[in-house]
């Protein structure tokens, strides 16, 4: 009998022990699992913080890109044609005249001229089937007309046309050439490069600098 209660006694001793020992187990599980979930919140702090500062650095990226960006436009002015309810970028050096009507009836166009009206850039602008004059060109010399590249007005991707005679550019027409008219955004165009007052033989308009301007002059055209 003495014997089965020291018998006794030690297993209880041994499962006192072994409970003992997994409470110590349960807790260190747990206080691990605290000390993980800690980490982790940290870690989501840390990269929230991350993320928003990136998304600062962007921002401020950004602005300061704004900030230098060049308008294409700085210095020139801007020519409204309120009837036609139209508007055009032009070199503030560059002088303009308007044009009512011609020896053929109403008109509605406008020519830019540089400092040395040595060049002129002729713009009209009517709504498709009106029978407003918008070019004052009254014929075309001797040459071919060849397509030499595309500049975008009011969206539309438009045709640049050289007439060519002797190996010269004489004309720069926008659109299909020889005086006609494109259609951009429901309107009729004409515009084109030309040099009056230059001698006819020795012009030549491809790749000069009257030429670039030409271009930002017609493809700033903005509907009011």
């Given at each position: 009998m003495a014997e089965s209660k020291k018998i006794m006694?030690?297993?209880?001793a041994v499962l006192l022990v072994f409970l003992a020992i997994?409470?110590?187990?349960?807790?260190?599980?747990l206080w691990q699992g605290k000390q993980n979930r800690a980490k982790i919140e940290l870690l989501n702090k840390r990269l929230a913080a991350f993320e928003a500062a990136r998304h600062?650095?962007?921002?401020?990226?950004?602005?300061?890109?704004?900030?230098k960006a060049v308008d294409p436009y700085e210095g020139w002015l801007t020519y409204n044609n309120s009837p036609a309810g139209y508007s055009l970028r032009y070199p503030?050096?560059?002088?303009?005249?308007?044009?009512?009507s011609t020896e053929s009836g109403p008109a509605n166009f406008v020519t830019f001229r540089n400092p040395d009206?040595?060049?002129?850039?002729?713009?009209?602008?009517?709504?498709?089937?009106?029978?407003l004059m918008t070019s004052g060109r009254t014929g075309l010399g001797q040459g071919e007309s060849f397509q030499g590249g595309?500049?975008?007005i009011l969206g539309e991707l438009i045709d640049k046309t050289y007439h060519v005679n002797n190996g010269h550019a004489l004309v720069v027409f926008y659109g299909p050439g020889a005086a006609a008219a494109f259609t951009a955004a429901?309107?009729?165009i004409n515009a084109e490069l030309g040099a009056p007052g230059l001698d006819w033989e020795a012009t030549e308009l491809r790749g000069i600098p009257e030429e670039a301007?030409?271009?930002?002059?017609?493809?700033?055209l903005s509907m009011n």
């Open positions: 006694v030690i297993v209880a997994l409470a110590a187990g349960e807790g260190a599980l600062k650095d962007a921002a401020k990226a950004a602005k300061q890109a704004a900030a503030a050096d560059w002088t303009y005249v308007e044009t009512a009206q040595k060049y002129a850039v002729s713009f009209g602008l009517r709504p498709a089937g009106s029978d595309t500049v975008t429901g309107n009729e301007i030409s271009d930002k002059i017609v493809t700033s």
